[in-house]
Nanobody, 123 residues
Framework: QVQLVESGGGSVQAGGSLRLSCAYTMSTWCMGWFRQAPGKEREGVAVITMDGDTSIADSVQGRFTISRDNAKNTLYLQMNSLKPEDTAMYYC????????????????????WGQGTQVTVSS
């Protein structure tokens, strides 16, 4: 069983930075960060395969970076130049299958999810 635990969230002012971490018990092919704001659909922020291939949402391109350290069993999301619209609950997720690694959960299902970590960006 894969367990995921996020950390690193918090409240920051616009323009600030945060680094989210996701500790996992077992490495999987595809891992990603998703976020959901109140009243909005959950959206894929960034995903990464075990080989290091990434896909990052246009809305965070140039500001967010996803990475993983398999030796430390940790997934990261470096968030810079944060904007108020980045405010959301951020979730770490893992997909077991070795084919497909999409930010769209309608395309690729993710098997395991963390409890989420809140990110709040004030103006």
């Amino acid at each position: 069983q894969v367990q995921l635990v996020e950390s690193g969230g918090g409240s920051v002012q616009a323009g600030g930075s945060l680094r989210l971490s996701c500790a996992y018990t077992m490495s999987t092919w595809c891992m990603g960060w998703f976020r959901q704001a109140p009243g909005k659909e959950r959206e894929g922020v960034a995903v990464i395969t075990m080989d290091g291939d990434t896909s990052i949402a246009d809305s965070v391109q140039g500001r967010f970076t996803i990475s993983r350290d398999n030796a430390k069993n940790t997934l990261y999301l470096q968030m810079n130049s944060l904007k108020p619209e980045d405010t959301a609950m951020y979730y770490c997720a893992a997909r077991v299958r070795s084919s497909g690694c999409s930010r769209d959960i309608r395309e690729n299902a993710y098997n395991y999810w963390g409890q989420g970590t809140q990110v709040t960006v004030s103006s």
